[in-house]
Structure formats: structure tokens, C-alpha cells
């Protein structure tokens, strides 16, 4: 009936105003948040909280872990120099991803229950282009072949053998990644453990990045191991877009390390960003997300997850579940190591 489809009609159009609305009011909102962080300093909660700068600067660096001060220092070259973003996080965690004794990122990286050492990485710019790559195996640079991901194929993820074909069509020399290190503590491992993969691992410390380049725009990477003696095959969040990376240019990025498994449930990082574009601080952004993630383990959460967020104006923020997560920001030129806030 025509009164019902003009109904119809008009309840759509309603809708599609009121969202139209709503964006463009979150999106004023989220400015405005920008340009307070520029002006106004972070609550002293927060500050107090992370040990986070009371003001947004720009550019920054920003990396989970203490490690990370190796990458921001190869990004802040970069930016240093007017450099973009995406090139800063890319060059900065390659620096991780070739250290033999980081046992937990990319070349000697601790191999999985069959001995594989396979990698999971993605990486994301400011205009909202990404690309991953998971379980690829025999790449020292998996951020790389994520970034070719991206600008090369039509695709965003691409996985084993698959991944590991475009690598090599790209290029990328083929590599033994499993060290006489990893390889023994993997040989100790199977002897005790009964084959099975250890769901609260501590065994992990993926370097997830963030960087804000002199122009304003944002680039993340991660890129890991995964879970040390995980099985074969399984996938980490660190190349899920949402999960163990975010970056929304209007609003500002997270990224995630921990027990991929609850940051995958959680799609922690896309949440924090989200949060952010409601108003948090990034500081209140990653604990809000954390909090989700106790909440949906009834408050006892033995594991750990830690997030670390830019927002636009370059403010930042980190925070883990369980005591023990820092990061590593390069802001102002001081490059230094934040103890991150911890929930439980
Ligand atoms: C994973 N999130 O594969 C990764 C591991 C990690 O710090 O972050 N370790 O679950």
C-alpha cells in the first residue's frame, strides 16, 4: 500500500538521517576531543595512572614492551626527517623482527608444538588501507609482506602456504628462522609437555606499533611468533585487523599483545579506537577494553592482555591486565619506557 510504503520510506529515510546525524555529531565530537587534547592535559589520574605526557605532541612512536625502544628509535629516524607513518612502523618493528634473541617476534621466534616457527603480522595506514599475513613460515619479515598484502593484491589476509608463495614471488629470500636456541627450548618443551599448547602463555611479547607522522596521520604494525608451542596453524590476533591492530586517522590507533585468543573474542583494539571516538583518553580507552575483557571471564582474568593508543592529537596510553606491561614511547624527543597501569 502506498501509505505504508511512504511509511516505509520515510522511517528509512529517518534512519539514515539520524545515523548521518549521529556520525557527523561523533565525528565533531571527536575533533573536539583532538583539539582539547592539544590544549588540555590529560586528567592527573591518568597521568599518574601510566606516567603517559600530560599533553598530545606530534610525531610519536609508540611500541608495547621495552624492546620497543629499538623500534621507536628506527622510526623516530624516520619521522625525524618528515618521514610518513606506515614507512616508520614498518622499518620499526622490522628491527624486532630480525633480533635472533627476541625469541617472540620473527626470526627466532619460539616455534610451535611441531617445531614450525610460523608468523603472524599485519599493518594498517591512515586511510584505512591493511593488510596481514598469518602462519606464514620461512619470512625473517613478515610486516613487509603484509605491507605488499596491501599495496600489491586485491586481498587483506592472506595465510600459509599461500602467503608464503606471494613472499617468495615478491621476492623475499626463504629463510630458516628456527635458532639453535629456539630449537632447544622447543626439544626441553616436548619432553614435559605432554604436547599440549599452554593457553596462559607467558612465553609472549609481540611488538605492536604506533606512529603519528609530522602531518598528523597515523600507521600501525604487529607482528609476532604468537604463542610460543602453540598448534600448527593456529592464529593469533596480531594479524586480525580489529584485534591485534587498529588505526581510525580521524580518531587515533591501539594495538594489542597478550593472549590473542581474548583480544580476538574482544576485537580489543577496533573497541579501544571506538572508545576513543566517544570521548576517552587513550588511557581510558585501553582500560575500559580491558575491563570488557575481565567482565567476560566473570572478574578473574589470570592472563595477560596489553593495549597501548594514540589518539589524534597525540596523546597516549597502555594499560594490561595483570602487573608487568610496559611500552615504549618516543615523544618529544626522549625515547623511554612507561610502566602500563595494571587492572587486576
Ligand atoms: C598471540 N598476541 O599470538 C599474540 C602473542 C603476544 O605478547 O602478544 N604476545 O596471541
Redesign the pocket.
Known amino acids: 500500500m502506498p501509505t505504508t510504503i511512504g511509511i516505509g520510506f520515510g522511517i528509512g529515510e529517518l534512519k539514515s538521517y539520524s545515523m548521518k546525524t549521529r556520525r557527523d555529531f561523533i565525528s565533531k565530537m571527536a575533533l573536539g576531543t583532538v583539539a582539547a587534547g592539544l590544549s588540555l592535559p590529560a586528567c592527573n589520574e591518568d597521568k599518574a595512572a601510566a606516567n603517559v605526557p600530560a599533553e598530545g605532541q606530534i610525531p610519536l612512536a609508540i611500541s608495547?614492551?621495552p624492546f620497543g625502544t629499538r623500534a621507536n628509535e628506527e622510526a623516530w629516524k624516520i619521522l625525524s626527517e618528515g618521514g610518513k607513518a606506515l614507512d616508520a612502523v614498518e622499518q620499526g618493528v622490522r628491527v624486532i623482527e630480525a633480533d635472533p634473541s627476541n625469541q617472540?617476534v620473527g626470526y627466532g621466534g619460539l616455534p610451535d608444538r611441531d617445531g614450525h616457527v610460523t608468523l603472524?603480522a599485519c599493518i594498517m595506514d591512515s586511510t584505512g588501507n591493511c593488510g596481514s599475513v598469518a602462519a606464514l613460515e620461512h619470512i625473517k619479515h613478515p610486516i613487509s609482506v603484509a605491507r605488499r598484502v596491501m599495496e600489491r593484491t586485491p586481498h587483506v589476509i592472506l595465510v600459509g602456504e599461500g602467503a608464503l608463495d606471494f613472499a617468495l614471488t615478491e621476492g623475499f629470500p626463504k629463510e630458516n628462522l628456527l635458532t639453535p636456541e629456539a630449537k632447544a627450548r622447543w626439544e626441553k618443551w616436548v619432553k614435559t609437555a605432554e604436547y599440549k599448547p599452554r593457553v596462559n602463555?607467558e612465553?609472549?611479547?609481540?611488538i605492536?606499533m604506533l606512529a603519528i607522522d609530522k602531518d598528523g596521520n597515523i600507521s600501525g604494525a604487529c607482528t609476532?611468533?604468537?604463542?610460543a608451542f602453540?598448534m600448527h596453524g593456529?592464529?593469533?590476533?596480531?594479524p586480525i585487523i580489529g584485534a591485534?591492530l587498529y588505526v581510525d586517522n580521524e580518531v587515533g590507533g591501539a594495538a594489542?599483545?597478550?593472549?590473542?585468543?581474548e583480544?580476538l573474542k574482544s576485537l580489543s583494539t577496533f573497541l579501544v579506537v571506538e572508545l576513543m571516538r566517544n570521548g576517552a583518553t587513550p588511557q581510558q580507552a585501553c582500560e575500559q577494553a580491558l575491563d570488557r575483557i575481565i567482565k567476560r571471564n566473570g572478574g578473574k582474568a589470570d592472563f595477560?592482555?596489553?593495549l597501548i593508543a594514540v589518539n589524534k592529537a597525540g596523546v597516549a596510553g597502555g594499560a594490561g591486565i595483570q602487573a608487568g606491561f610496559s611500552y615504549a614511547l618516543y615523544q618529544n624527543g626522549e625515547n623511554s619506557v612507561h610502566k602500563a597501569k595494571n587492572l587486576v
Open positions: 608495547t614492551w617472540s603472524d602463555a612465553l609472549h611479547d609481540t605492536g609476532t611468533s604468537g604463542m602453540k593456529r592464529v593469533g590476533d596480531s591485534g594489542a599483545t597478550g593472549l590473542g585468543e583480544v595477560q592482555v596489553g
